[in-house]
């Protein structure tokens, strides 16, 4: 599977930004699919999963109530649509995959098998 993300940016503080995650290749296979972020000088955290089967969301808590992960099976599209941006939200946004899915959205970066490229999102303030 391959993963390509697209959407970022720079917004000013407040403002929103969808981003997209499109996969290709193998994408017969169900899978799940998360969102997660790194800062400069800061390791990578998770910010938003989707299962296959329900589309269950799982979210950190630094991001819930102001991002929306959701998914189109069709377009084999992941999104993730963020609101109320502020600077502490600046980072490259990567999309993930698992073709192993779970039930319940994966939290973990290291559940993940592939991984998107990242694409830039900088918050002004």
């Known amino acids: 599977v391959q993963l390509q993300a697209s959407g970022g940016g720079l917004v000013q503080a407040g403002g929103s930004l969808r981003l997209s995650c499109v996969a290709s290749g193998r994408t017969f296979s169900p899978y799940d699919m998360g969102w997660f972020r790194q800062a400069p000088g800061k390791e990578r955290e998770f910010v938003a999963a989707?299962?296959?089967?329900?589309?269950?969301?799982g979210y950190a808590n630094s991001v819930k109530g102001r991002f929306t992960i959701s998914r189109d099976h069709a377009k084999n599209t992941v999104y993730l649509q963020m609101n109320s941006l502020n600077p502490e939200d600046t980072a490259v946004y990567s999309c993930?995959?698992?073709?192993?899915?779970?039930?319940?959205?994966?939290?973990?970066?290291?559940?993940?098998?592939?991984w998107g490229q990242g694409t830039q999102v900088t918050v002004s303030s």
């Open positions: 989707i299962t296959w089967a329900t589309s269950s969301t």
């Open positions: 993930a995959a698992t073709s192993q899915p779970a039930g319940k959205p994966r939290t973990v970066a290291y559940d993940y098998n592939y």
